[in-house]
């Protein structure tokens, strides 16, 4: 079982920066992909960034250019700087694993932490 643990989220003015932290509890990054999803309230989950175990990197569309995702493999820690934030950035931000095993999927989840862009 692999544990994920958030931390970095809270309360910053439209246009400041946050940078999140997700420590996982095993060496997992070489077989996983690493994301950040995000969900607002009255709003599904979406996917924020992912860094895939090969190291190649995606953005949704109104993250690119504002956030980057990196890894440390040596702290077993993805992070997501994100400059620039807006008022539609609030939300939760779930960091998640995933794999695919045998032709079946394989995800962790993080506990979430709340990311919240006002003035």
């Known amino acids: 079982q692999v544990q994920l643990v958030e931390s970095g989220g809270g309360l910053v003015q439209p246009g400041g920066s946050l940078r999140l932290s997700c420590a996982a509890s095993?060496?997992?990054?070489?077989?996983?992909?690493m994301g950040w999803y995000r969900q607002a309230p009255g709003k599904q989950r979406e996917l924020v960034a992912i860094?895939?175990?090969?190291?190649?990197?995606d953005y949704t569309h109104s993250a690119k250019g504002r956030f980057t995702i990196s890894k440390d493999n040596t702290k077993n820690t993805v992070y997501l700087q994100m400059n620039s934030l807006k008022p539609e950035d609030t939300a939760v931000y779930y960091c998640n694993a995933h794999r695919i095993i045998f032709g079946s999927p394989v995800d962790y989840w993080g506990q979430g932490t709340q990311v919240t862009v006002s003035s």
């Open positions: 095993a060496s997992i990054f070489s077989d996983y992909a």
């Open positions: 860094i895939t175990s090969d190291g190649n990197i």
